[in-house]
């Protein structure tokens, strides 16, 4: 249970800095409901597990293969592009709250979302690798298969949780929010999503120059 616990922490933890996925929850959560919202978080919750336990398991050549991570970059590119301008672009009526409507997109889409947005990001296998190293070099967390993978899940649950405390917060008295200051927000994290595809674009043509591509 140890193992477990301190995945438990551990996932919260590296959910709260600023990130595209914590941006397009909050964005989600504004425009198109809880429920499809945290369906985004359950996504990324789901891809940090995953890589987590593939790097427990010694399996992070399978996440790290060169091909697969430039296709999930370019999904990656263009996804946040889109809802990036998708954001800047949104009227202010929109936010009004009588015009506000739970709906707007089903589970298994804003949940495919959390996914591609999440491994888009190009820092996350080397992220993951290097606190797999830290957590199984400690030999007080992590001894065996069992406990990698408890470990793995305690940081799914972990980001999870951060997800869901995160949507509770912002629905909150959401009422009383002017249509104006929401459509403010949506527009700041429309430019922080067009800044995270700017990046991974960068990345991209780095890549591709570097590779003798062009």
């Not at 399978?62 to 946040?80: D, P, Q, S, T």
């Not at 009227?91 to 804003?110: D, P």
């Amino acid at each position: 249970m140890v193992a477990l616990s301190v995945g438990l922490v551990i996932g919260i933890l590296i959910s709260i800095p600023v990130g595209p996925i914590n941006v397009t929850v909050i964005s989600r959560g504004l425009k198109q409901g809880f429920s499809n919202a945290f369906a985004v978080g359950l996504g990324a919750s789901a891809m940090d597990f995953t890589y987590c336990a593939a790097t427990m398991l010694g399996l992070s050549a399978v996440v790290h293969k060169i091909e697969v991570n430039i296709i999930f970059r370019v999904l990656g590119f263009f996804l946040l592009l889109y809802l990036g301008l998708k954001d800047i672009t949104t009227k202010v009526e929109a936010f009004k709250y009588e015009n506000y409507v739970q709906k707007n997109g089903t589970f298994h889409s804003a949940f495919l979302v959390g996914v591609a947005t999440y491994v888009s990001n190009p820092a996350l296998v080397a992220f993951w690798i290097t606190l797999a190293g830290i957590v199984q070099s400690s030999g007080s967390i992590v001894n065996n298969i069992e406990e990698g993978v408890l470990f793995a899940l305690g940081v799914g649950i972990g980001t999870a949780v951060w997800y869901y405390s995160l949507l509770k917060v912002l629905f909150w008295k959401r009422e009383r929010f002017k249509a104006e200051t929401l459509a403010i927000l949506s527009r700041i994290s429309g430019y922080i999503m067009l800044g995270f595809s700017a990046y991974i674009g960068y990345e991209l043509l780095r890549y591709v120059v570097k590779g003798g591509l062009v």
